[in-house]
């Protein structure tokens, strides 16, 4: 039987615990074999590592066996063709393994903070593989898979990876990056796998494979948590109601009883808005939103807290802190003081700019009436002329990541070009 030089297997089999069979969910990937729950699971109930594997073998028929030094499994597959071709792929996966001594173990974070343990191959893995193997080892459908890219993170700095980038050089770098980028070294890095920056709200809801739907509530909420969504009283009670619900459980009144929120306000409602009301108001306001959601499930909590999100139009941006720099005249960019720090966001839609202080959208702007950018030559400035009714406009900002906005800009603007391209061919095809 041929083996792939880095076998990659997933099955359904029966695992014995104590004498009895229970079913579970094996995937075999990047010399690790990870067992769920079931295959609708995102993340793994337990990882054994090929490092710790004594032995593998066919114990009789479909049944086998796999034996670590932190534990030992007796599996029972469907056929004995099935048991004999993970014997085989588990063996070879260790071979590999021990012949590769450039290896290097790192973990892949979600925006729930979870993570996955992933071993990368020193100065050979790319962002693109390493894509790759979080996509398998998380079963994520192939429809969905688009929608996400692996970034570099720290306090204070977000980087998308290109394809090609070599993780392990990444993470050599970090600190020139940080310094580069961010100014200052922020400590350490972390590998997300997150929704990528070009992925419009109309395709993200025409994604239906749950473990998808998951990260992406779960990226809304830490947003959500970090202020970079501006949301009304109403709007943070609808969204507070089901995130408890999805925190807390179904409302119950014998668990749920006074006083089960007043002491999590922080969790629940953005720090811009606690003020507006007593924390016992505020648990009663939520409280009721709670209770409004017993007989839901979760899968369809996380849409309506999607939903209520998507109606930003500057939801699914990548967001940068920059400083007004335009000159201050009768067209100039929106009437902020100069040095004044403010969030610049970027997605399918537009450009956007974002008061902090006062929690609001201070502008918004469509790519197809910027008229030129650029970025100053010691990359200090990003500068572009805008388009309004009558006159023109100039937005100069501030910000060490002025190649990181343009690279995002550049990045968005050729999937919109390309998705116009696509709409344009199959119409062409349809009147031939």
């Not at 729950?37 to 066996?65: C, M, N, W, Y």
């Not at 537009?350 to 202080?357: K, L, R, S």
């Amino acid at each position: 039987m041929e083996v792939p030089e880095y076998p990659w297997l997933s099955n359904q089999f029966q695992r014995r615990v104590k004498n009895k069979f229970k079913m579970f969910h094996f995937v075999l990937a990047n010399h690790q074999l990870y067992i769920y729950e079931s295959s609708s699971h995102l993340l793994p109930a337990k990882i054994f590592s090929l490092d710790d594997l004594v032995e593998t073998q066919i114990l009789r028929g479909s049944i086998f066996d796999i034996s670590f030094t932190n534990g030992r499994l007796e599996l029972r597959s469907q056929s004995e063709e099935v048991a004999n071709r993970w014997v085989q792929g588990i063996l070879e996966s260790q071979r590999v393994k021990q012949l590769d001594s450039d290896k290097r173990n790192i973990r892949v974070w979600f925006p729930d903070n979870n993570y996955l343990n992933v071993a990368i191959l020193e100065g050979v893995t790319t962002a693109e593989e390493l894509w790759w193997l979080v996509c398998e080892a998380t079963c994520l459908n192939h429809a969905s898979r688009p929608a996400f890219s692996i970034y570099a993170e720290g306090k204070s700095l977000s980087l998308l990876l290109r394809s090609s980038q070599k993780v392990s050089e990444v993470f050599d770098h970090w600190d020139f990056l940080e310094k580069k980028f961010a100014k200052n070294i922020s400590g350490p890095l972390k590998f997300v796998f997150k929704p990528t920056p070009t992925l419009s709200s109309t395709m993200e809801r025409n994604i239906k494979d749950e473990k998808a739907t998951h990260i992406f509530y779960a990226h809304a909420v830490s947003l959500v948590e970090n202020n970079f969504y501006i949301l009304d009283i109403e709007e943070a009670i609808s969204l507070a109601g089901l995130k408890a619900y999805l925190t807390l459980g179904e409302y119950n009144p014998e668990t749920h009883t006074p006083g089960y929120l007043e002491s999590r306000i922080s969790v629940f409602i953005p720090k811009y808005l606690r003020d507006e009301r007593q924390p016992q108001e505020w648990e009663n306001l939520i409280g009721d939103e709670h209770e409004s959601h017993v007989g839901k499930t979760p899968y369809i909590a996380k849409l309506l807290y999607l939903q209520l999100l998507r109606q930003r139009p500057y939801y699914g941006s990548v967001f940068f802190r920059v400083k007004n720099k335009s000159i201050r005249n009768n067209n100039a960019f929106f009437a902020h003081t100069l040095d004044k720090t403010l969030i610049l966001a970027l997605n399918m839609n537009g450009i956007y700019i974002i008061d902090p202080t006062n929690s609001r959208l201070a502008e918004s702007i469509q790519y197809d009436h910027i008229l030129y950018w650029d970025i100053s030559k010691k990359g200090k400035y990003f500068w572009m002329e805008v388009k309004r009714k009558q006159t023109t406009e100039e937005w100069m900002i501030d910000t060490p990541q002025t190649q990181l906005i343009a690279d995002t800009f550049l990045d968005i603007v050729y999937e919109i070009k390309l998705q116009k391209y696509v709409v344009r061919s199959i119409r062409d095809q349809q009147r031939m």
